[in-house]
Structure formats: C-alpha cells, structure tokens
C-alpha cells in the first residue's frame, strides 16, 4: 500500500514538473527564440474572414524563409484612424521590430504617426501613406492607377459591344485609401476618354449597409457598376443577386441586366466571377505583396536599408479565362 501512495505521489510530482517544464519553455524560451529571431507586426484594415489570405500567404511564407516571428494584430471592430495608429502604437510598446501596414486612411494614418514619433521602421502595402506626412521605408503594391486604367478597358470594351448605355456607375467608397482613390483616378480617366459618363455614387452617413444601397444603384437604372475595392465588390456581388431575385422570383428565364466590374482577389470574389455575378476583376499578386512586406523589414534590420522599390504584377480575369494557368494559381491558392 505504500509503494502504492508513494508510486502516485512521485507520478503526481512528474506531471506537474512537466507542466512547469512548457510553461517555462513557452513563457520564457520560446518568447527568447521569438526575440531572438526578430518580430514583427502586421496590421491590416478591414481584417475579416478571407479578406487578406493571399497576402498572408506570402507572408507565412517569408516568417518560414527568414526566420522571424509574425504578430497578426486583427482590427477587430476597429474602423477609424485613431484605433489603428494605437494599434501601431501598443506594438511598438510590445517590443516589435517593424510594422507591415495596410493604412485605413491614407492621409489621417500617416498624420497620427506623425504626431506619435513611432520609432521603427513601417512597411505599407495596398494602401499607402500620403507621402511627407510620415516617413515609410517602402511602399508595396502594383500600381493602382494602372489597375484601374485596365478596368475601365475592359468596360469599354463590353460597352462597345453592347452599343447601348453609355453611363458607369461607380461605388465612390473609401477614398480616403489613397489605393481607392488611384484607381478612380485610371478608370475615370479610360471611360471619359471613350466618351462615358462617370458617375460616382456613396453612402451617406445614416444609410443602408453598402450592398443594400448598391442594389438601390441597380434600382435607380445603373447597368455598368465599378467597384474598386475587394470588400465593395463582394458587397456589388451580393446586390446583384438580391436584386435578381426581387426582379425575378422565378429564376426560369433570369438574367440579370447589370454588369458588375471589379478589384479584388478574394475567396468570395473568384467565385462570384464563376458565378456569373461579376462580369471581370482586376486583382494583384498579393502573395508577393506579403512576401515581399517581410522581406523588406528584414532587409532594413539586416543592412540597414531597404529595396527601394518592388514591382507586383496585376492582371484582369474574366469567367472565360479564371481557370487558366497562371489566375488559377494565384487566385485558388487561397481556397
């Protein structure tokens, strides 16, 4: 009976040695092993399911390659300025070594930092910081301009083809990103030159949810709807089947008179583009992006400098061609 008493007790006292065992090693080792390999802050706006999977992808990518630790700072709730420059803020209390930014607002971002002193070094991606408002070591996206020159071409194109409106609408949200607002500026650009009328439409403060108020755009007659963001233009997908629906219950002859134009490379996206309701998407690599995020904060740790710039392929896709080799690659991996 005592070897049995004994027996538990020395077992009792192993497992519990173990337990103290990770708890150290987790607590202090492993937070030593993350110090030591250097850590860094991403902190992306608008971070929801599936948003920025690509992006991450190529960032898990470059924490493997470079041997760094990668903090992920969800925004939550968060949809302003102030919340995201105190997030930046709270990191750089934290002890990380550089922060990947996606700015929420181009101009009021880079004033907050500005105004806070941040120390290390800031790496932006998709949307940037207005320039002389706050120092960023690089800048990395594809050249927005350019994105939205290519999806006014292609709207211009199917308008030619089905020689009737000559009116596109297009969803004026988010401007404040200087990413949005480049992108207006291409498109705008395209479609006047053609001699197209632009119409830029947003929500007032108090209104509906956005894909509520673009089913409202479908409503007022707008047949050619751009959407210029990854979230607007799966808000423009959901309103172009709800207002299918509503138009007709009975689905047996249906198609829907509005055509959607888009940006963005999400799950969702690619598979409202298969599915008939968007009609083509501009997307980058955002894999690279990532990757590349990284790369650069390393390179700034290591050397002291950084790559001056980086150049992200973009491309436009349309149901015809999603599956062909090259979109399928970047646009599945994802899924």
């Known amino acids: ?23 150290y090693y987790y607590g202090v080792v492993h937070e030593n092993e993350n110090k030591e390999k250097g850590i860094y ?30 903090r992920y700072v969800s925004m939550g709730n968060a949809r302003t300025s102030e919340e995201q420059v105190e997030m930046v803020k709270r990191e750089v209390r934290e002890g990380t070594m550089g922060i990947l930014l996606a700015a929420i607002d181009s ?26 408002l706050y120092h960023v070591e690089t800048h990395i996206s594809s050249n927005d301009y350019e994105m939205g020159k290519m999806l006014g071409q292609k709207i211009v194109e199917d308008m030619e083809k089905d020689q009737g409106e000559k009116t596109v609408a297009v969803v004026g949200e988010y401007m404040e990103r200087d990413s949005v607002r480049s992108r207006y500026e291409g498109l705008t650009e ?56 509503e138009t007709d219950h009975s689905r047996k002859k249906y198609k829907n008179p ?33 990757y590349n995020g990284i790369k650069a904060l390393v390179e700034k740790e290591q050397k002291g400098y950084v790559q001056e710039s980086y150049s992200i392929m973009h491309k436009l896709v349309t149901r015809d061609t ?11 991996s994802n899924q």
């Open 1 to 23: 009976m005592g070897r049995q008493k004994y027996g538990k007790y020395f077992f009792a006292v192993l497992v519990a040695a173990v337990i103290l065992g990770m708890i």
């Open 322 to 332: 999603l599956y062909e080799s090259e979109n399928e690659r970047l646009l599945f």
């Open 190 to 245: 395209v479609l006047e030159n053609a001699g197209i009328e632009v119409v830029s439409k947003a929500r007032q403060k108090g209104d509906f949810s956005l894909s509520l108020y673009i089913k409202g755009m479908m409503y007022e007659s707008d047949r050619y709807i751009a959407a210029l963001d990854k979230f607007t233009t799966e808000e423009a997908a959901k309103a172009w089947e709800q207002y299918g629906y």
């Open 107 to 132: 101009e009021a971002v880079g004033e907050g930092l500005e105004a806070a002193g941040i120390s290390v070094p800031v790496v932006t991606v998709e949307t940037g910081i207005k320039a002389g």
């Open 258 to 290: 509005v055509k959607i134009y888009g940006i963005g490379n999400t799950a969702q996206t690619v598979n409202d583009l298969d599915n008939g309701k968007i009609e083509a998407l501009v997307y980058q690599n955002e894999f690279n992006m990532g």
């Open 41 to 70: 802050s991403v902190i992306l706006y608008e971070n929801t399911a599936n948003e920025w999977n690509t992006l991450m992808e190529g960032i898990n990518q470059a924490e493997k390659d470079f041997n760094v630790h990668i």
